[in-house]
């Protein structure tokens, strides 16, 4: 997208071991992956973990982009996309899937429309090391990046280090 674009849309992604809806509509988000997912290269492969979610999260500024957009997860360089969750601009206008904050002053007289999706992929089958992408793709052809994280093995003692494990145990 050009910087121009940029600042009519934009989000970002969360990756974490499982989400709760709480009452008064707040998320609990359980085990949030800060960087990369690391596993111990003792791990053979593929692998099932039994639940991964993502969790996007998209903004624009109400009237600023006409097109219709489609959310896609994929993974790796190879391969269709694990997730497409196409939302039409018609949907977005009456409200079915946003939320739209308004300003509490009249200075700031812009609407932000908000997407906030969970995407819940339970199990998740490893079946190798790569990385995860989640990107928001417009009819007009452009594409907006939300974020990815890597999945990638490291040596057994590093791995085990970082979890507090002694060695031997």
């Known amino acids: 997208m050009t910087d121009q674009s940029r600042e009519r849309a934009w989000g970002f ?7 709760r809806t709480e009452v008064g509509g707040k998320l609990s988000l359980m085990g949030l992956y800060q960087t990369d997912m690391l596993f111990p290269d ?12 993502v969790v996007i999260m998209y903004f624009e500024i109400r009237d600023s982009i006409e097109e ?8 790796g360089d190879e391969g269709p996309a694990l997730a497409e969750v196409p ?6 206008l009456l409200g079915q899937v946003q939320n739209t904050a308004t300003p509490e002053s009249a200075e700031d007289t812009e609407q ?3 997407i906030r999706m969970p995407v819940t992929f339970s199990p998740f089958r490893l079946e190798k090391m790569g ?18 994280m890597a999945l990638k093995q490291i040596p057994a003692p590093d791995f085990q280090a970082m979890m ?3 060695p031997g145990q």
Do not use: E, W
């Open 13 to 19: 992604a969360l990756f974490c071991d499982d989400i």
């Open 42 to 53: 003792s791990m053979t492969l593929p692998t099932l973990l039994p639940k991964l979610v």
């Open 68 to 75: 219709d957009l489609t959310f896609k997860i994929t993974y």
């Open 87 to 92: 939302v039409s601009r018609k949907d977005m």
């Open 112 to 114: 932000v429309l908000n």
């Open 131 to 148: 990385r995860l992408r989640v990107r928001a793709h417009y009819s007009g052809g452009k594409i907006l990046r939300l974020g990815s």
């Open 164 to 166: 507090g494990i002694a």
